[in-house]
């Protein structure tokens, strides 16, 4: 009988509830990092007792944490095995933190700026991880959703981290701008017909697509209404909470946004209005 594994991030730390495929009866694992904020947790499908965590605190900042066997023990990516994780001080050394965003190479000045509430251009500045998401085959390759919005990638299991920079630099960036919650890149899909194609979301910006890896970057907001922006069809500046995807049908998209979920049936390239309610699309991770 196949085994259901859920992966529970509060406010007060992590949680590992496991159960069979009746879903009868949990165990539950935790708390994890007792007392922090959990922003994601994702097991990854090319090994499936590797567990990524964004742990992050006001006070303490932002660490990547990882599990080789299922949650029983963790480690903080970059630090050598048997070395202490916190400084002389007590705060969290954050190794596997060092997520840089990338300057232009002509001038080496900042790649672009953002809008701010006020409507003025405001610089980058890197808070927290806001979700990670491991690559369907490869089991180092992992991929991180900061705010403010970028996507970066790890291909040694979250000891460094690279950002994708053409989604930032591919001209739409200063249109971006935080919503209530921060200017949050939130939701990262990849394709798994096609390993070249990502779909990531931010609010409040859109949801935008690449076919080749990362190395160029579209908006694919056509079809949205946002009533209360200056421009409700505009191509960038829609809240969107969260995109899931079909699992037997890539190319058919779910969006939770502001006011509306929405659907799309050709990998975002148009959006239809699926039913006007707000409901979080999720799936739990399967183990065999």
């Not at 406010?11 to 159960?19: D, M, P, T, W, Y």
């Not at 935790?30 to 994702?42: D, L, Q």
Request: charged share 25%.
């Amino acid at each position: 009988m196949s085994k259901v594994r859920v992966l529970v991030g509060t406010r007060k730390g992590a949680f590992i509830l496991s159960s069979d495929g009746k879903r009868e009866k949990w165990t539950v694992g935790g708390p994890h990092f007792a007392g922090w904020e959990i922003y994601h947790m994702k097991g990854a499908p090319a090994n499936p007792n590797r567990i990524y965590a964004s742990q992050t605190s006001g006070w303490f900042g932002q660490i990547i944490q990882r599990s080789d066997d299922g949650g029983k023990t963790w480690i903080q990516p970059g630090i050598p095995p048997g070395e202490p994780t916190t400084g002389p001080g007590g705060m969290p050394k954050g190794e596997s933190n060092k997520f840089v965003y990338d300057t232009s190479a002509e001038t080496g000045k900042p790649l672009t700026t953002h809008q701010w509430y006020d409507g003025t251009q405001h610089p980058w500045e890197f808070k927290r991880v806001w979700h990670l998401e491991p690559s369907l085959t490869e089991p180092d390759v992992v991929y991180a959703g900061v705010e403010d919005a970028a996507i970066f990638r790890s291909k040694d299991g979250g000891k460094s981290w690279q950002e994708l920079s053409a989604l930032r630099g591919h001209g739409t960036g200063p249109k971006w701008q935080p919503g209530a919650g921060g200017m949050c890149l939130h939701t990262i899909i990849l394709d798994p017909s096609n390993p070249k194609r990502i779909v990531i979301a931010i609010s409040a910006a859109g949801a935008f697509r690449t076919d080749d890896g990362g190395k160029t970057w579209k908006p694919v907001n056509k079809g949205l209404y946002s009533q209360y922006i200056p421009n409700p069809t505009a191509e960038i500046g829609h809240c969107v909470h969260h995109i899931a995807m079909n699992g037997k049908r890539p190319n058919t998209l779910f969006m939770q946004k502001h006011w509306d979920v929405m659907r799309s049936d050709d990998a975002g390239r148009r959006a239809l209005r699926a039913r006007r309610q707000a409901a979080r699309v999720s799936q739990p991770h399967r183990r065999k």
